[in-house]
């Protein structure tokens, strides 16, 4: 780890870690988030909820449990990114009495042994890092099942690529660890509906590494009803969708950091990965007659499906997975129907 003039090694380990939570309208689900972390506090430790523009009892349940409670009021301007900007421009002397920041969603719960084990790993503060995202999903609900396969597989994939070389892993919006400073530099940035795209861009662009601390797990329940998936889905498209134009020159110059960044953008934007295979193998049988074209767009799909038998070998509950995969045609649906709904929604829709 490096350390300023001002920040000895002692003082660094002693300033305690900051648990940042952004909720809007979670009084369902931010008591049990807080109280499994609070499980795990020490006296330099704090939580900070922002209740962004809540009109539920989120702040009195957050305040109730111990968290600093952040109210944020700006009814035009909703959302994640906009109350991690807000946070990091109005409230910069809180950050600054904190050396890491870890970032959760309001229903995420840590691991029971999430604090106690990150005491102890030799953080870079040259770095960002981001914990293993454990999908949580309710019984009879084989949508979310699929959506959670997904988050396994690629984690998995991505042990894989940093074994054989260290390539650039994404954020996944909960379970990220930020150093103080890189926190400060990026956080004021943000301006989108998919701050964990953003980010990953940013951090790339000025080649910040982004490593995996998978023995550290987030557990994130999946939404519970196809409407909920829908929603979040439609979101994360129209993110993509403003990212893609707002920093396709970023996003150019990625791609000639070389290859080793491509399976980063494949990542953050080659969704839904089944729809695109589809695609490929359509495009493949279209241009069958040329041989070049017909195997170089059937080279993603043979890779995808590589990739997937990979991750799929590394999960529990392989039946359970199996059975969900046979609803796959009502998952790509979902999906297309999630980029139509993206064309025309504009307001903020509740995904969980």
Not at 36 to 63: F, G, H, Y
Request: glycine share 4%; with cysteine; net charge positive.
């Amino acid at each position: 780890m490096m350390y300023t003039q001002s920040t000895t090694k002692r003082e660094a380990e002693s300033m305690g870690f900051l648990f940042l939570i952004c909720a809007h309208n979670e009084a369902d689900f931010i008591r049990k988030t807080l109280q499994c972390i609070k499980r795990q506090l020490s006296i330099q430790d704090v939580v900070v909820v922002i209740a962004d523009n809540c009109t539920d009892e989120t702040a009195l349940i957050s305040n109730a449990e111990g968290a600093k409670v952040l109210v944020r009021e700006n009814d035009t301007n909703l959302g994640k990114s906009a109350s991690l900007a807000w946070f990091a421009c109005h409230h910069t002397a809180l950050i600054e009495q904190y050396l890491w920041t870890i970032v959760l969603d309001a229903d995420s719960q840590i691991s029971d042994d999430f604090l106690p084990a990150l005491r102890h790993i030799h953080l870079d503060d040259q770095q960002v890092y981001q914990t293993y995202v454990n999908p949580v999903y309710e019984i009879g609900t084989p949508l979310g099942k699929i959506a959670g396969l997904s988050e396994l597989n690629e984690q998995t994939t991505n042990r894989l690529y940093q074994r054989i070389y260290n390539f650039p892993i994404r954020l996944r919006g909960t379970g990220m660890i930020f150093p103080m400073p890189i926190l400060l530099t990026y956080f004021p940035q943000l301006s989108s509906t998919v701050e964990d795209i953003e980010l990953s861009l940013f951090l790339e662009n000025d080649h910040v590494h982004v490593s995996p601390l998978y023995e550290l797990c987030v557990h994130d329940p999946k939404p519970r009803k196809a409407d909920y998936l829908v929603n979040q889905r439609s979101r994360w498209i129209k993110g993509q969708g403003r990212i893609l134009w707002r920093y396709k020159g970023m996003i150019w110059r990625i791609l000639t950091h070389g290859p080793r960044t491509w399976p980063l953008l494949c990542s953050l934007f080659y969704k839904p990965k089944s729809l695109f295979v589809l695609i490929h193998i359509g495009l493949a049988v279209l241009f069958w007659r040329d041989n070049f074209l017909g195997w170089a767009f059937m080279i993603y799909p043979i890779w995808s499906a590589f990739l997937f038998l990979i991750g799929f070998l590394g999960v529990q509950k392989k039946v359970d997975y199996l059975r969900a995969l046979c609803s796959m045609p009502l998952f790509i649906i979902l999906w297309i129907w999630s980029s139509i709904k993206s064309l025309w929604s504009t307001d903020w829709k509740k995904a969980r």
